[in-house]
């Protein structure tokens, strides 16, 4: 059984290849011949790359999570999740961080990314905005068929990878969090990092 550690870096890692596919189509590389389709599968796969968010932010914190929530292993509605993990630790949100500088042998410092980012706030937009991408629009529905997702397909894309390249998880009752880097090829690293008693995180 893999640890909670090495699930989150798996969903992490499968996110990482539904925003590629996304990126694939945009750039023309895989083409339905219907543009039509091809914003569908975009917004599929940013969907799926947000649930596998979601999923590796249960593997943050399952204990707390499943103790909370009966029939946790079977829940599929990521915006839901979400909202219940935020309740058993509202810090649970990744926080994204630029790539590490040594400021002493063995001692890294990890300054933040403060904008660019996909916030909770974009995660909620495009969740929503993918489901009516998705869904069938009914011909006799009046007004402007228009769908707005707030940005374009390749802003989407810089955002979750802002997120995701560099992050922190902060854990539920635990002294110490998850660094995780996540690179353009290879495997997703998750590295713990303990503390020496309490602390805070300034969000």
């Known amino acids: 059984m893999p640890t909670d550690i090495e699930i989150y870096c798996n969903c992490i890692g499968r996110a990482r290849y539904h925003v590629g596919v996304a990126d694939t189509l945009f750039a023309g590389k895989i083409d339905t011949g219907y543009h039509d389709l091809n914003a569908e599968l975009m917004f599929l796969h940013f969907r799926k790359a947000l649930e596998e968010i ?18 946790f ?4 509605n ?23 500088q040594e400021t002493t042998p063995g001692h890294k410092f990890f300054d933040r990314v403060t904008d660019g980012y ?4 974009d995660f909620a937009t495009l969740y929503d905005g993918s489901a009516e991408v998705l869904h ?12 707005n997702v707030k940005y374009p397909v390749h802003e989407w894309s810089r955002r979750i990878k802002a ?9 539920v009752d635990v002294q110490g969090l998850w660094v995780i880097q996540v690179p353009n090829e290879g ?3 998750g590295f713990s990092a303990m503390a020496d008693g309490p602390f805070v995180v300034e969000r």
């Open 54 to 71: 979601a999923f590796a932010s249960l593997s943050a914190n399952r204990e707390k999570y499943s103790a909370a929530r009966a029939g």
């Open 73 to 76: 292993a079977t829940e599929w």
């Open 78 to 100: 990521a915006r839901r999740m979400l909202g219940f993990v935020g309740k058993v630790n509202p810090n649970f949100y990744p926080i994204p961080l630029k790539p590490p």
């Open 118 to 121: 996909l916030t909770t706030e």
């Open 136 to 147: 069938c629009r009914n011909p006799y529905a009046p007004g402007d068929p228009t769908i």
């Open 163 to 171: 997120l995701l390249n560099w992050h922190f998880v902060q854990l």
């Open 187 to 189: 495997p997703v690293r």
